[in-house]
């Protein structure tokens, strides 16, 4: 009998209140330029005082990053949240990797405030694995000193002017009229702009077909023929962005990253922006997102939508995209910030209306290398383009059903 009113007065007795501990969740991501990182922590150093009970701890992934994070999230060391590139989504939304958003999101988030365009990057069987946390099209970039010099008064707002443009301005105030980005990444709008595919129904690379063929012509022809356009390799640089700010190109096509680095890095240099010129009569460019997403196997799913929704609401948005090094990818905060009233931003704003996206099925690095590497080969003129691309698209294929 003492036994059982011993029980009864435990339970009846209050338990002592001990402070709820923090809970730690890890955001991986890859590194960016020192500004970018910047603003990121002070991001989070925001969601860390609005949400005291959850802590962030950020770990930077600085090279080889979708190596490092598909080893990861094996293991023990796995993030809760990280970056994911549009390129990659397709593979990982199809493994059973990714944990769904479509329960944690409510009204209030407004998830169609979302560009529906780049949010499609990241849908999978009717969910939703990933908010794209901003993006950049391309845009033609063009140096105002060498135009003018050359007697130019506008842009180029075809191919056939740009590639005439490229010849009045080849050995004047810059060596070259163009500068030309071989990748892909640079490419595949113009395989479209015939009616060609990159990639077929089944995921196969698909780039060697005669339409496709008709719109990497234009680069080779300019390249080859006219000897008014250089690649980064020839004129000593890395990048497009470089050549174009060391003067060595007076038009290239680039992304919104380009603006900031050249406003730093080059600011004696004058230049300007404009939609890419359009190809067959058909506007065109390339678009690349990234979103947050959530790993399955999170112990703290919770919390982690708690920082991906403060990272990809009205409020962190603004603050991420503000300084303009990124577009936001929500339109109420695209039209709070004016992007497209800049002088500057408004071409690659415009183009996210008809660019095609950066993706290539579930596997793209087969098609991606294979392309890269052979349309170098074409672009030197070491086989002809329609050999090249056949070469690269068998050679992706085989790679492809080698790993299904």
């Given amino acids: 009998m003492a036994i059982a009113i ?8 209050p338990l002592p209140k001990h402070p709820t501990s923090a809970v730690t969740i890890k955001l991986s991501g890859w590194a ?9 922590k002070q991001l989070l150093q925001d969601f860390e005082a609005q949400h005291p009970n959850i802590k962030v701890r950020y770990e930077v992934i600085s090279d080889q990053y979708m190596d490092v994070i598909t080893t990861r999230l094996i293991g023990e060391a796995a993030p809760d949240v990280f970056y994911l590139e549009s390129l990659e989504a397709p593979f990982f939304m199809g493994q059973n990797i990714l944990e769904p958003l479509n329960a944690y999101i409510t009204p209030e988030f407004d998830l169609e405030d979302f560009e529906q365009s780049l949010l499609d ?4 069987q009717n969910f939703i694995y990933g908010l794209p946390k901003d993006y950049s099209t ?12 050359a007697g130019l008064t506008s842009p180029p707002t075809t191919w056939d002017e740009l590639r005439s443009y490229s010849q009045q301005l080849t050995g004047k105030v810059n060596k070259y009229g163009f500068g030309v980005t ?5 490419q595949a709008y113009k395989i479209g702009a015939f009616g060609g595919k990159v990639v077929d129904e089944n995921g196969n690379a698909a780039f060697a077909n005669p339409e496709g063929l008709q719109g990497l012509q234009l680069v080779i022809d300019q390249y080859q023929k006219d000897r008014t356009s250089a690649q980064p390799t020839d004129v000593g640089t890395n990048s497009s962005t470089e050549m174009f700010g060391q003067g060595r190109v007076a038009m290239v096509i680039d992304g919104n ?42 112990q703290h799913k919770a ?32 039209e709070k910030l004016g992007y497209d009233q800049d002088a500057l931003r408004s071409p690659l704003v415009a183009g996210v209306d008809y660019a095609t996206m950066w993706q290539l099925g579930k596997y793209p690095g087969a098609i991606a290398n294979n392309f890269d590497n052979q349309f170098i080969s074409a672009l030197l003129g070491q086989q002809s383009l329609k050999s090249a691309m056949l ?10 059903r080698a790993r299904e």
Avoid at 121 to 124: M, T
Avoid at 182 to 186: N, V
Avoid at 318 to 329: E, N, V
């Fill in 303 to 334: 919390e982690a939508w708690e920082l991906i929704s403060f990272l990809t609401g009205k409020e962190g948005m603004a603050k991420w995209t503000g300084t303009g090094f990124a577009l936001p990818t929500r339109t109420s905060v695209a």
């Fill in 32 to 40: 960016g330029n020192p500004v970018e990182q910047k603003l990121l």
């Fill in 138 to 149: 391309l845009a033609l970039f063009y140096n105002k000193k060498a135009f003018a010099a």
């Fill in 6 to 13: 011993a029980f009864i007065s435990y339970q009846n007795f």
């Fill in 257 to 298: 990253w380009a603006i900031p680095y050249l406003e730093t890095t080059f600011p004696q240099l004058e230049f300007a922006t404009a939609e890419v010129p359009t190809i067959n009569d058909k506007k065109g460019t390339m678009v690349f997102t990234v979103a947050y997403v959530m790993n399955q196997q999170s």
């Fill in 121 to 124: 990057n990241f849908k999978y």
């Fill in 391 to 400: 070469r690269a698209q068998n050679a992706a294929n085989q790679q492809i």
């Fill in 182 to 186: 071989p990748q892909l990444s640079y």
